[in-house]
C-alpha cells in the first residue's frame, strides 16, 4: 500500500487562545472544488482515498461535521496512512465535542509522522481540553521541537503560549515563567503575555525578576492588574507598605478605565491584605464597597463573610453569602461558608439543607469533612441521631486527628444507647485534646453507665481538681465512690456538691 501523505500546508488551523488553556480549532481554506463536485468524484473512483479526504475537507469547511467524519473514515478505511484523514478526523471529532476520539485522532498523526507540528500541535490542544495538562505540556514541547520548518513565528507563539498556560496548570510555575519568556520573544509588545509571565513568576517566588518589568508596563498602561501584581511582589518580600500603595493605584487605575470588575478584584485584595494585618475594620469596609463597585461579584461577598465570621459576627455574614450562593450556586466553598454561618446562628434546619448542598461540590477532603461536621451536628441537634452517627462516622474517618469530631461522634453513640461505643470515642477525644473540660465531662459519663467506676472516679476526681467550683462534677463523683461502696467519700463528695447549689446531690444520700 502507498501513502498519499500530503504536505502538511493543505490544512491550516486556528487556535483559540482563551485564559491561558487552547479552547478550539478549526480548518481554514477550503476545497477549490464544491461539495457536489467532490461527491461525484467519490461516486466515481469510490476507492480513491485521497478523493474522500478532499471531500472531508471541504465538508469540514463547511462545518458539516458529522459528514467530514464520514468522509475521512471512508478515507482511513481505503489507505490507514492518509495523515491528512486523521487530522481532519480529529479537527472534525473536536468541532462535535468527542474529544477522546479527536485525541485518538490526533495521536494517529504524531505517530504516523511524527515530523508534523499540526498533528503534535492539536494533540496538545485535545490533551488542554481534556484537562491533562501535564501531557498537554509535553505535546507542546514535541509540537515546538518539531516546528522547522513547517511552523510559522505565529504558529510557535500560539505553541508557546499554551505550553506556559499547561505547566501553569500542572503546578510549575517556574517553566511556565520561561516559557511565556520565549512567547516574549516572538511578541514583545505583548502586555497580556508580559502579565502571564509575571504571575508566573511570582507564584513560582520569584517576582522580583518580574518587578523592574511590571512597574515599566504598568507606568505605561491603565491594566489594574500589573498593579495588583507588583503588589504580591511586595508582599513576597515583607514590603507590606508598598503592597498597600500599590493595590490602591490598582483600585483608582480600574476606577479610572470604568471597569467594575477591577475594581471589585483590586479592592477585595486590598481587604485580603488588610485583614492579614488585624485591620478588620479596613478590611471589613473594603469588602464592602467591592460588593458595591461590582453587584456580580461573588468574591466581594465572600471575603465580606469571612471577615464577619472571623470576627464572631455570624449573623452578618449571613446576608452576603446567600447573595453569593445565588451569583454561583456551584461554587461548594461557598455554600459550606453559608452552612458553617447557619451553624453558628443556631439555624440547624438551614445550616443541614446548605451542608448538603455544598458536600458534592467539595472535592477537598478537608472541606468534605467540615460539610459532614456541620450536617451531623444540625442532625443531632434536631434529634436524628441515627443520620448524625452516619455522618459522625464519616468525618472521623477524614479526620481522625480531630478532637471535637470524636466527641460529637461520642455524644451520638451515646443517645443511641450504644455507651461502650461512646467511651472509646470519648477516650480518643480526651487523648487529642487534654484540656477538654466537655470530653472529660462526657467521658465520665460514659465510664459510669458502663459500669467502669474507678474510672469514672479518676475523671471527676481531675475535673474537681481543675475547678473545685464544678458542683455536677462532684455530684458524679460521689455515684462513682458509691457503687465502688466507699460510703463515706460519696457522702463527701455530695455534701460539696449541694453546698454549691447543686440541688440533685442534696437528697443523693437519701
Known amino acids: 500500500m502507498h501513502t498519499t501523505q500530503r504536505k502538511p500546508s493543505t490544512l491550516r488551523w486556528l487556535a483559540v487562545l482563551v485564559l491561558a488553556a487552547f479552547a478550539a480549532v478549526a480548518l481554514g481554506t477550503a476545497a477549490a472544488q464544491s461539495v457536489d463536485e467532490l461527491r461525484a468524484a467519490v461516486a466515481e473512483r469510490p476507492g480513491d482515498a485521497v478523493a474522500w479526504t478532499d471531500l472531508g475537507n471541504a465538508l469540514l469547511a463547511d462545518d458539516d461535521l458529522a459528514g467530514a467524519k464520514d468522509a475521512y473514515l471512508e478515507a482511513i478505511a481505503l489507505d490507514y496512512l492518509v495523515g491528512d484523514a486523521h487530522y481532519g478526523l480529529g479537527l472534525a471529532e473536536f468541532g462535535r465535542g468527542d474529544f477522546a476520539a479527536a485525541l485518538f485522532a490526533f495521536n494517529e498523526v504524531a505517530r504516523l509522522y511524527p515530523e508534523r507540528f499540526d498533528g503534535h500541535f492539536n494533540r496538545a490542544v485535545t490533551l488542554a481540553r481534556l484537562r491533562r495538562p501535564a501531557e498537554a505540556a509535553n505535546a507542546f514541547r514535541r509540537a515546538l521541537d518539531e516546528a522547522a520548518p513547517e511552523a510559522t513565528g505565529e504558529d510557535r507563539l500560539a505553541a508557546w503560549t499554551g505550553l506556559g498556560g499547561q505547566l501553569v496548570l500542572a503546578g510549575d510555575p517556574g517553566a511556565a515563567a520561561d516559557a511565556y519568556g520565549e512567547a516574549l520573544e516572538l511578541a514583545p509588545d505583548d502586555t497580556g503575555l508580559a502579565y502571564r509571565r509575571g504571575a508566573a513568576l511570582v507564584d513560582a517566588g520569584r517576582g522580583l525578576e518580574a518587578l523592574a518589568e511590571l512597574t515599566e508596563i504598568e507606568a505605561r498602561t491603565s491594566d489594574y492588574r500589573f498593579s495588583a501584581l507588583i503588589a504580591r511582589v511586595y ?46 475594620a479596613d478590611a471589613a469596609a473594603s469588602f464592602r464597597a467591592a460588593a458595591d463597585a461590582d453587584p456580580s461579584s461573588w468574591q466581594a461577598r465572600y471575603s465580606l463573610a469571612l471577615a464577619y465570621l472571623e470576627g464572631g459576627q455570624a449573623r452578618s455574614a449571613v446576608a452576603p453569602l446567600q447573595e453569593a450562593v445565588a451569583i454561583v450556586p456551584d461554587d461548594g466553598n461557598v455554600r459550606l461558608a453559608l452552612a458553617s454561618a447557619y451553624d453558628q446562628v443556631g439555624q440547624a434546619g438551614d445550616a443541614l439543607v446548605a451542608a448538603r448542598a455544598a458536600l458534592p461540590l467539595l472535592t477537598e477532603p478537608d472541606a468534605q469533612a467540615q460539610a459532614r461536621f456541620i450536617a451531623g451536628r444540625s442532625l443531632y441537634l434536631q434529634g436524628n441521631f441515627a443520620n448524625a452517627d452516619a455522618e459522625f462516622a464519616q468525618v472521623v474517618e477524614l479526620r481522625p486527628s480531630s478532637a471535637s469530631a470524636q466527641l460529637w461522634a461520642g455524644l451520638t453513640r451515646y443517645q443511641l444507647g450504644d455507651h461502650a461505643g461512646a467511651v472509646l470515642y470519648y477516650e480518643r477525644a480526651v487523648q487529642l485534646d487534654p484540656n477538654s473540660i466537655a470530653a472529660r465531662v462526657n467521658l465520665g459519663a460514659s465510664y459510669l453507665a458502663v459500669e467502669r467506676y474507678r474510672d469514672a472516679e479518676g475523671v471527676y476526681r481531675l475535673l474537681v481538681q481543675q475547678n473545685p467550683r464544678d458542683a455536677e462534677s462532684f455530684h458524679n463523683l460521689g455515684w462513682s465512690l458509691y457503687a465502688q461502696q466507699n460510703d463515706e467519700g460519696a457522702r463527701g463528695a455530695w455534701a460539696s456538691s449541694c453546698q454549691l447549689g447543686y440541688q440533685p446531690a442534696c437528697s443523693a444520700p437519701r
Open 235 to 280: 508582599v513576597e518580600q515583607g514590603q507590606i507598605d508598598y503592597a498597600l500603595r500599590a493595590l490602591e493605584r490598582a483600585v483608582r487605575k480600574a476606577d479610572a478605565a470604568d471597569d467594575r470588575g477591577g475594581q471589585a478584584a483590586s479592592l477585595v485584595a486590598l481587604g485580603d491584605l488588610q485583614r492579614g494585618l488585624g485591620r478588620d
